[in-house]
């Protein structure tokens, strides 16, 4: 079965419950998520093998991606995730920029392999949110294809 990482950075923990809901479409697309949070993953050493699909999420704070996700993001410029399947997400309240900047950098910088768009939810309680970051879990599932096992 075909892993996905995802790794979130939350302030107040909208960006987590995104990151579940993602997860929860993963999971109907036959893909095994792994949920971090990002302090969780900076010590974790990650390698590329360890996931099929990686899906990173930080909310919005002050127009920026949180720091420590910002942090997170460029120490993963020493892995080669060159056509790796990748999402970008976020919770936000007014302006809702860092999951279009996590994206670009994942898709520009890296070489990944991104789903149509940053998914950008103001809240994960709000209407229509639960089915929006479901389906773009889906949605990586799908780009990763009917049979993607672990190489």
């Known amino acids: 079965m075909a892993k996905a990482l995802i790794v979130y950075a939350t302030r107040l923990n909208q960006t987590r ?9 993963l999971r109907a697309g036959n893909v095994e998520p792994v949920l971090l949070n990002v302090t969780e993953a900076g010590f974790k050493g990650l390698k590329t093998d360890d996931f099929d699909a990686l899906v990173l999420g930080s909310a919005t704070y002050h127009g920026e991606m949180m720091q420590s996700m910002k942090t997170f993001l460029f120490s993963l410029e020493n892995l080669n995730l060159a056509g790796k399947v990748g999402g970008s997400f976020g919770a936000f309240g007014w302006s809702g920029e860092a999951p279009g900047r996590i994206f670009d950098t994942m898709k520009n910088l890296f070489g990944m392999e991104m789903v149509g768009g940053p998914l950008r ?12 970051a479901e389906d773009y879990g889906r949605q990586i599932a799908a780009k990763l294809g009917p049979a993607a096992p672990k190489a």
């Open 121 to 132: 939810v103001k809240s994960a309680s709000e209407s229509g949110a639960a089915k929006t």
């Open 17 to 25: 419950k995104i990151a579940e809901l993602i997860a929860q479409g």
